[in-house]
């Protein structure tokens, strides 16, 4: 059974950094991809990054500039390190793989 549990978010201010956690069981690193994804009230899941199976990352537009993600294979675990963050980072941040996904963490950026 595939659990994805993360953990990190919480309030910052406009110009501050945070590291998400994405623990994962119950599938082997080397099979997925592993994906962040946002969302705020009103709007649709957006995706932020990605992890593949061999380690190659990826993100949506600018966020790049601001964000890594980052994988602890002997952890199991995928981070999301989100630096210089904006108001308009404000979001509940999910991690997936295969369809399946996490409960998710709040992150809110206070201006």
């Known amino acids: 059974q595939v659990q994805l549990v993360e953990s990190g978010g919480g309030l910052v201010q406009a110009g501050g950094s945070l590291r998400l956690s994405c623990v994962f069981s119950?599938?082997?690193?080397?099979?997925?991809?592993i994906g962040w994804y946002r969302q705020t009230p009103g709007k649709q899941r957006e995706w932020v990054a990605s992890i593949t199976a061999g380690g190659t990352a990826d993100y949506a537009g600018s966020l790049r500039r601001r964000f890594t993600i980052s994988r602890d294979m002997a952890k199991k675990t995928v981070f999301l390190q989100m630096n210089s963050l904006k108001p308009e980072d404000t979001a509940i941040y999910f991690c997936?793989?295969?369809?399946?996904w996490g409960q998710g963490t709040q992150v809110t950026v206070s201006s």
């Open positions: 997936t793989t295969n369809n399946n």
């Open positions: 119950g599938f082997h690193w080397s099979i997925y991809t």
